[in-house]
């Protein structure tokens, strides 16, 4: 038995055993007090939501980029159920041509491979029209090639968020790349290979838990950005040891994490009442033994092609973006014990010859599989993956029954197939707690809303769009920006700081009363003084500007200030038609009366300087008032704060 | 190498757009926070302050500060001289190769800037106080003096070593009380052994204070707390950092201030509008309703309280934080700007993150008392030095990162009359294995670090230096070697982080008293001052 760090921690985990790893048990009270409140959903059925625009659209900014006119309306006309099957009947098969994920649609990878070709053809344009504008015998005005960046990775990770039908799909790879994480940051990881990424984790987000493990293991963003490449045996080299990075993190961070959990995501303990670790750090080390020996795709492989990444390619199934292949020479041929469970070493014949490679290729691809599943059979992927999901979707602080009812789907209790993904989001979407959460009257329900799903909500229901959609195919965004600064969002898709990604699940902040309530809110971590402020301002300018810098994405607020023009014209604004609408999509109908009161106050104060204003003085202040209205809705505590 | 990272931007989205009216519309109460500040009790002049550099990842110090003697370095150069790209570093002496040369130490032809053979021999530094070389690692029978050298890449800071401002400690970690290497292997009931060792969040954590994962105070923070009692008005600048929160800065009362850095000023966010094409946002009701909106916690939810609570913090210290940072001829004014750094590894002019960070540091302790504080502590951090891979090139570049930044901190604090004011030390999640996976290295424990400043004992080394080598069992006619400091490729710290940072704890002024709150294991060890720090 070994001590913890120190006496006070000590007595820390041991009377929070539960948070430690999840945050669950703390949460529990609170899920009695919401229980006694009465409920707005009910249970959902067959046919839920049908009529009710304000419940449409509180589900929907959870399960979307944001509620919007066509969303609402489309929900609460079919139903929850008929929503589920369309957001599933769009799916991209997982295991297309290249075994781990599909080719196609590549939707990412497409777009940055159509950006490229646009690039080259601007700058041979641009090239011949210096070569012409030349005096002749002087040189030619020197023209750049723009470069692909991970910024064309975000224009068309915007573009499906905001105009995207599948959000329910694109909202899950958000939460995954949060689970499972890779990022441009740091690291070689090519905006070719991180849109694959994204297509691949699109791929699975609706399949199985074990063929997403697979691909994630098998995808160079992650071979790069936790070292599975390259990663060589070292059975016989007693000054080496293969690289424990991704056997490490598998576990820690994307499975299994640090404590043997009970079905409802709380922790085990001893009969000390401390917590039991899953593993320890020969299971890793073993672990990373069976890991060994993945490396880039060639259609030559040599010792060389193992490790050295590949110049970019062109096309969809280039070697950048090829799943790893096995380099059985490279794989250790050592008996691994991980997990409680032992895989033999290898005992077929010589590596030397062509048998021997090939018998030796069948066990790596064995102990890869022997690894994947022993992971993905652990009791706690259940509770683990389902806590988070949770946290990404609905609320930060979910009871250990929630969470205990999402972790039963993942077991199968929903499909029978363990893993099913689509059943568990299903499970935490449509979850009594999550439909009954009102953050307005609970002190501990709902969570801070992700920066960048702030800034879609907004996009969304302001119906914003991109002026050059029309004039490149495909139909993305053309976005100069990103905000991934702490002056801007602080958050940008793929660009999270570490594998820790931009906050950790239990984050609690420090000094405030939910850390005093044994709390969590991850989503605070990314909140601080520089942050909120870097926020605020963002969106001030957006509203302000009518749309993104750079001039590209924009809006009208068409249907805010249709809300606001009377049908009479000699008569007033309709203030209120104006805040209902704003209730309804921002809000989900919860507003306070506190805000709305404000907002008829910023109404009333937003005027014409003119004594008798023209129409079109009229005009630009209902556009006036529409600005200051979304400028107080966005940045308030109250929306920001998801029900 | 690789694409842009996010550290705080030098881009700045609302640079060049105009505010709106008076400077800060939003600001509160301007006078009474700069009031409140410059009454809070806590220590009296002169001023001190504390830097902690966290080289994220986990910083390979066995290639940071090397032992040279002959029977230290060959254990070193066996145990990293393999693998496909060898990590082991040129002995002392060793003339740099050019590329397309051949080395003469391993017959290699260098072919890129990332071959250690590129980099010529590690850089020689001789402590004040001789340690001698372990018995494990002694050639022949006689007693030796242990030599000492720094990685290639890091030529300034041997000369601050040798002009006494820059001290090393050895074998540093986290521990609970002293451990050694039989009893972290064989543990009886009574062993206290660290928590999740070699795990990433939690040993950064560890590192920062003493706790793990989802630690919600450090050490610096901590120390706050006892320099200015007024902390938990929020008004307050005695804790900055340049990251997003983590432990190391954050107090029970005192709450980290965070500041961006870049172009050449530290600068808050301050919460301001666009400036208006129309005249709607000089509304009076607007402005009324926006700023109270803003900050508007009155919710039974505490999520929607602490967000406000955060907003009001951010409104009201962005704009004290800034007029410091703005008013014509103000201290922060005399620091001067980093020199340019060359990347040698691309051979070119970068950006050093470090080096800006520290001008952020300096700037703000140059401003101390504008800003009402006589102590302070700051966190700066950069990485990633998780090098698993590629070792030589990314460790090469962050190491001389860290040179250059030392160089450029010690010439700035000089200049501003800071030199004795203000300490910096180096901390990381742990050392690195010393054995190579092949052109990387994993996750180990005990590691080495720096400390600069003029109230440094520097030239010297501070603790054992640990005997170099991994264990193995005699097998032909290879000896057996046994390794009293290295458990596997870790080594078990002889240093514990809380003497390390406790020594300088003493020097900012936190009594003995206020120690035992702040390092609850101290007691368990018999030194618990290293002496690098002047009284």
Same mark, same amino acid.
């Given at each position: 038995m070994t001590a913890g760090l120190g006496g006070d921690a000590m007595a820390t985990e041991a009377s929070t055993a539960g948070r430690l790893a999840l945050g669950v048990a703390a949460a529990s009270a609170a899920a009695v007090a919401i229980s006694k409140i009465a409920p707005s959903f009910g249970n959902l059925t067959t046919g839920s939501l049908v009529g009710d625009s304000k419940l449409a659209a509180t589900f929907l900014n959870r399960a979307t980029f944001g509620a919007c006119d066509?969303? @609402?309306?489309?929900?609460?006309?079919?139903?929850?159920?008929?929503?589920?099957?369309?957001?599933?009947?769009? !799916?991209?098969?997982?295991?297309?041509?290249?075994?781990? =994920?599909?080719?196609?649609?590549?939707?990412?990878?497409?777009?940055?491979?159509?950006?490229?070709?646009?690039?080259? !053809?601007?700058?041979?344009?641009?090239?011949?029209?210096?070569?012409?504008? &030349?005096?002749?015998?002087?040189?030619?005005?020197? @023209?750049?090639?723009?470069?692909?960046?991970? %910024?064309?990775?975000?224009?068309?990770? =915007?573009?499906? *968020?905001? /105009?995207?039908?599948?959000?329910?799909?694109?909202?899950?790879?958000?939460? %995954?790349?949060?689970?499972?994480? @890779?990022?441009?940051?740091?690291?070689?990881?090519?905006?070719?290979?991180?849109?694959? =990424?994204?297509?691949?984790?699109?791929?699975?987000?609706?399949?199985?838990?074990?063929?997403?493990?697979?691909? @994630?293991?098998?995808?160079?963003?992650?071979?790069?950005? %936790?070292?599975?490449?390259?990663?060589?045996?070292?059975?016989?080299?007693?000054?080496?040891?293969?690289?424990?990075?991704?056997?490490?993190?598998?576990?820690?961070?994307?499975?299994?994490?640090?404590?043997?959990?009970?079905?409802?995501?709380?922790?085990?303990?001893?009969?000390?009442?401390? #917590?039991?670790?899953?593993? !320890?750090?020969?299971?890793?080390?073993?672990?990373?033994?069976?890991?060994?020996?993945?490396?880039?795709?060639?259609?030559?492989?040599?010792? $060389?092609?193992?490790? $050295?990444?590949?110049?970019?390619?062109?096309?969809?199934?280039?070697?950048?973006?090829?799943?790893?292949?096995?380099?059985?020479?490279?794989?250790?041929?050592?008996?691994?014990?991980?997990?409680?469970?032992?895989?033999?070493?290898?005992?077929?014949?010589?590596?030397? /010859?062509?048998?021997?490679?090939?018998?030796?290729?069948?066990?790596?691809?064995?102990?890869?599989? $022997? !690894?994947?599943?022993?992971?993905?059979?652990?009791?706690?992927?259940? #509770?683990?993956?389902?806590?988070?999901?949770?946290?990404?979707?609905?609320? +930060?602080?979910?009871? #250990?029954?929630?969470?205990?009812?999402?972790?039963?789907?993942?077991?199968?209790?929903?499909?029978?197939?363990?893993?099913?993904?689509?059943?568990?989001?299903?499970?935490?979407?449509?979850?009594?707690?999550?439909?009954?959460?009102?953050?307005?009257?609970?002190?501990?329900?709902?969570?801070?809303?992700?920066?960048?799903?702030?800034?879609?909500?907004?996009?969304?229901? +302001?119906?914003?769009?991109?002026?050059?959609?029309?004039?490149? +195919?495909?139909?993305?965004?053309?976005?100069?920006?990103?905000?991934?600064?702490?002056?801007?969002?602080?958050?940008?898709?793929?660009?999270?700081? +570490?594998?820790?990604?931009? =906050?950790?699940?239990?984050?609690?902040?420090?000094?405030?009363?939910?850390?005093?309530?044994?709390?969590? &809110?991850?989503?605070?971590?990314?909140?601080?003084?520089?942050?909120?402020?870097?926020?605020?301002?963002?969106? %001030?300018?957006?509203?302000?500007?009518?749309?993104?810098?750079?001039?590209?994405?924009?809006?009208?607020? &068409?249907?805010?200030?249709?809300?606001?023009?009377?049908?009479? *014209?000699?008569?007033?604004?309709?203030?209120?038609?104006?805040?209902?609408?704003?209730?309804?999509?921002?809000?989900?109908?919860?507003?306070?009366?506190?805000?709305?009161?404000?907002?008829?106050?910023?109404?009333?104060?937003?005027?014409?300087?003119?004594?008798?204003?023209? #129409?079109?003085?009229?005009?630009?202040?209902?556009?006036?008032?529409?600005r200051n209205a979304l400028m107080i809705v966005l940045t308030s505590p109250e929306y920001l704060v998801q029900g | 190498m690789t694409t842009k990272t996010h550290g705080p931007s030098r881009r700045n989205l609302l640079a060049g757009l105009a505010l709106y009216g008076a400077a800060a519309p939003l600001a509160l109460n301007l006078s009474a926070i700069g009031k409140a500040a410059a009454q809070a009790v806590g220590p009296t002049a002169p001023y001190r302050a504390l830097v902690c550099i966290f080289l994220q990842g986990g910083n390979d110090s066995n290639n940071l500060l090397l032992a040279t003697d002959q029977g230290s370095f060959s254990q070193y150069w066996a145990a990293r001289i393999s693998g496909s790209s060898p990590i082991a570093l040129m002995p002392v002496g060793t003339a740099p190769v050019a590329i397309g040369g051949t080395s003469s130490v391993t017959g290699v032809t260098v072919k890129t800037t990332d071959q250690t053979e590129h980099w010529g021999g590690v850089l020689p530094i001789a402590p004040s106080t001789p340690q001698l070389v372990p018995a494990a690692n002694k050639v022949g029978t006689a007693n030796q003096t242990r030599t000492f050298a720094l990685h290639p890449l890091m030529p300034a800071t041997q000369d601050l070593f040798a002009a006494g401002k820059v001290a090393a400690i050895a074998n540093v970690g986290t521990l609970l009380a002293p451990l050694t290497k039989a009893a972290y292997q064989h543990p009886t009931a009574t062993t206290q052994i660290p928590q999740r060792l070699f795990s990433h969040a939690d040993q950064q954590a560890a590192w920062q204070s003493g706790q793990l994962d989802g630690a919600a105070t450090g050490w610096g923070g901590l120390m706050a707390d006892t320099f200015q009692p007024a902390a938990a008005s929020g008004g307050d600048f005695s804790s900055i950092t340049t990251a997003s929160n983590t432990p190391f800065p954050q107090g029970a009362a005192t709450k980290s201030f965070r500041v961006n850095f870049g172009s050449n000023k530290a600068t808050a966010q301050t919460i301001t509008l666009v400036a208006a094409t129309g005249t709607h946002n000089e509304s009076a009701t607007f402005l009324t309703e926006l700023r109270a909106s803003l900050q508007d916690g009155s919710s039974p939810n505490q999520l929607v309280q602490t967000y406000a609570a955060a907003v009001t913090r951010s409104i009201q210290t962005s704009v004290v934080y800034d007029a410091a940072m703005s008013a014509a001829g103000g201290p922060y004014s005399s620091v001067p700007a980093p020199p340019p750094f060359t990347n040698p590894i691309a051979g070119k002019v970068a950006d050093n993150p470090l080096a800006d960070q520290l001008e952020a540091v300096v700037q703000t302790a140059a401003a101390h008392a504008v800003l009402g504080v006589q102590r302070q502590v700051f966190f700066v951090q950069y990485g990633s030095f998780d090098t698993h891979d590629g070792e030589n090139g990314r460790q090469g570049l962050l190491l001389a990162q860290l040179d250059h930044a030392l160089a450029y901190l010690d010439s700035a604090l000089t200049q501003v009359g800071l030199s004795q004011a203000v300490t910096a030390f180096t901390a990381s999640d742990f050392n690195r294995t010393f054995t190579t996976n092949g052109d990387g290295t994993d996750h180990a424990w005990g590691g080495h670090h720096l400390v600069i400043g003029g109230a440094v004992r520097g030239g010297d080394i501070y603790g054992a230096y640990p005997t170099l080598g991994v264990d193995r069992a005699a097998s032909g006619s290879t000896m057996a070697f046994t390794n009293p400091d290295g458990a596997g490729t870790a080594l078990v710290p002889s240093t514990s982080v809380e003497t390390y940072m406790a020594t300088m704890a003493t020097w900012m002024g936190v009594t003995p008293a206020q120690m035992a709150t702040i390092f609850p294991n101290l007691a368990n060890f018999p030194k618990q001052n290293l002496g690098f720090m002047n009284a």
């Open positions: 066509a969303s @609402v309306a489309a929900l609460a006309t079919s139903g929850t159920d008929a929503w589920f099957q369309s957001q599933s009947a769009a !799916a991209p098969t997982p295991g297309g041509a290249l075994g781990y =994920w599909s080719a196609t649609p590549s939707f990412h990878l497409d777009w940055i491979i159509r950006r490229t070709a646009d690039f080259k !053809a601007t700058y041979q344009t641009a090239l011949a029209a210096a070569a012409a504008a &030349a005096a002749p015998g002087t040189t030619p005005a020197k @023209v750049n090639l723009r470069k692909v960046t991970n %910024l064309q990775f975000q224009e068309s990770f =915007w573009a499906r *968020a905001v /105009t995207g039908d599948d959000q329910l799909r694109h909202r899950m790879v958000l939460a %995954l790349s949060e689970i499972m994480v @890779v990022s441009f940051s740091g690291s070689t990881i090519t905006p070719r290979i991180g849109a694959s =990424w994204y297509d691949m984790l699109s791929a699975h987000a609706f399949g199985n838990y074990l063929d997403l493990m697979h691909a @994630v293991t098998l995808h160079p963003a992650m071979g790069i950005y %936790l070292n599975i490449i390259g990663n060589q045996q070292a059975d016989n080299d007693p000054s080496r040891e293969p690289d424990e990075n991704y056997a490490r993190e598998i576990m820690q961070l994307m499975s299994i994490g640090l404590y043997q959990l009970n079905p409802d995501g709380t922790a085990k303990t001893d009969a000390s009442g401390a #917590p039991i670790p899953t593993y !320890a750090h020969a299971d890793i080390a073993d672990l990373a033994k069976a890991l060994t020996g993945w490396g880039w795709y060639s259609a030559k492989p040599t010792a $060389t092609t193992f490790y $050295t990444q590949p110049a970019e390619g062109t096309d969809a199934s280039s070697p950048d973006v090829h799943p790893l292949i096995a380099y059985p020479t490279d794989h250790s041929q050592l008996a691994k014990t991980y997990l409680g469970q032992t895989s033999p070493g290898y005992a077929g014949p010589s590596a030397t /010859t062509v048998a021997g490679v090939a018998a030796l290729k069948a066990y790596q691809i064995q102990d890869l599989n $022997t !690894a994947l599943n022993t992971i993905f059979n652990h009791p706690n992927v259940g #509770p683990f993956i389902g806590y988070r999901l949770i946290q990404r979707f609905v609320t +930060s602080n979910p009871s #250990p029954a929630y969470v205990g009812r999402v972790a039963a789907v993942f077991n199968g209790a929903a499909t029978t197939a363990r893993g099913d993904l689509f059943a568990t989001l299903k499970a935490v979407l449509t979850d009594a707690e999550a439909l009954n959460l009102t953050p307005a009257v609970s002190p501990t329900a709902g969570k801070l809303k992700e920066p960048v799903v702030r800034m879609s909500h907004w996009l969304r229901v +302001s119906a914003a769009a991109s002026t050059t959609v029309a004039s490149i +195919s495909g139909g993305n965004f053309n976005q100069y920006e990103d905000f991934g600064s702490p002056t801007a969002l602080a958050q940008a898709p793929l660009e999270a700081p +570490s594998v820790f990604n931009f =906050w950790a699940p239990d984050y609690t902040p420090q000094g405030s009363s939910i850390a005093a309530a044994g709390l969590v &809110a991850p989503e605070f971590q990314a909140a601080d003084v520089l942050t909120v402020a870097g926020y605020a301002n963002t969106m %001030l300018q957006v509203i302000q500007n009518k749309g993104w810098p750079g001039g590209d994405v924009v809006t009208t607020y &068409a249907q805010e200030i249709a809300a606001l023009t009377p049908v009479n *014209a000699s008569d007033p604004d309709t203030h209120q038609t104006l805040i209902d609408r704003l209730n309804l999509y921002y809000f989900g109908g919860q507003m306070s009366s506190t805000m709305s009161a404000r907002l008829g106050r910023v109404l009333t104060g937003t005027v014409s300087a003119a004594r008798s204003p023209t #129409p079109a003085q009229r005009a630009q202040v209902r556009l006036d008032k529409v | -």
